[in-house]
Each structure stands twice: as structure tokens, then as C-alpha cells.
């Protein structure tokens, strides 16, 4: 299988991005992490809401919302 066929995404953060997150203080990391979370809920579709769901609690992805 290419990578391709794969699918899903890559992402590449610079040695600059690193020492600059190096640099936030705990409270600031803390911050930038819940707004990632909420755009990341904001943004997602109602199918990878249910996806992500059932990943949270554990059900195995070939059950659906059965339980």
C-alpha cells in the first residue's frame, strides 16, 4: 500500500516551533492545548464526532453506536 492509499495527513514542526513551545510557560501550553481542542471540536464532522466517541469509551469501531 502507497502512502497515498494510506491516506490521513503529515505534519512537520521545525526545530524554531519546538524551542519556541520550549519556551511557553506551563499556563501558556496549557492555554494553546485547549484551543487546539476546541477548534478541533468546532471543526470536526458529526460522523468523526461519533468515531472519536466511541474511541473515548472504549467501543470497537466495527460496533457503531450500538451501545
Excluded: C, H, I
Amino acid at each position: 500500500m502507497t502512502r497515498e492509499q494510506r491516506g490521513g495527513f503529515r505534519y512537520r514542526v521545525s526545530r524554531e516551533q519546538l524551542e519556541a513551545f520550549g519556551k511557553l510557560t506551563l499556563l501558556q501550553r496549557l492555554e494553546w492545548l485547549d484551543q487546539a481542542r476546541r477548534f478541533t471540536l468546532m471543526a470536526e464532522t458529526p460522523e468523526s464526532a461519533a468515531r472519536r466517541e466511541r474511541l473515548r469509551r472504549g467501543v470497537p469501531s466495527g460496533n457503531d453506536d450500538n451501545q
